[in-house]
């Protein structure tokens, strides 16, 4: 077995190698929260598709309300804009 390949525990002290473990573990519930987090979403819209509502409308709701108001309003005078320069609007 080559030298590279022999595990290397003491390159980190144990309060480092502590603080790796520690979030790493974080990461890997975070990871498992926004699965679960995820699925209830999907849950959610499916509940909004049965109710008549178009997702994909719904879903551009969302984006758009995370937005802020005044970038958005420039965004969608400069979208009117171009439409109209091409005789869309």
Do not use: C, W
């Not at 603080?19 to 987090?37: A, C, F, N, P």
């Not at 909004?48 to 937005?67: E, P, S, T, W």
């Not at 969608?76 to 091409?86: E, P």
């Amino acid at each position: 077995m080559a030298d590279d390949a022999v595990p290397h525990a003491d390159v980190l002290n144990s309060t480092a190698q502590g603080q790796l473990k520690s979030i790493i573990d974080r990461v890997e519930r975070l990871e498992v929260e926004k699965t679960e987090i995820m699925e209830q979403m999907k849950e959610v819209y499916a509940e909004a598709k049965g109710n008549g509502f178009d997702v994909k409308i719904l879903k551009k709701v969302v984006r758009i309300r995370k937005q802020d108001r005044a970038k958005r309003q420039e965004e969608d005078a400069i979208f009117d804009l171009y439409m109209s320069a091409i005789g869309e609007i």
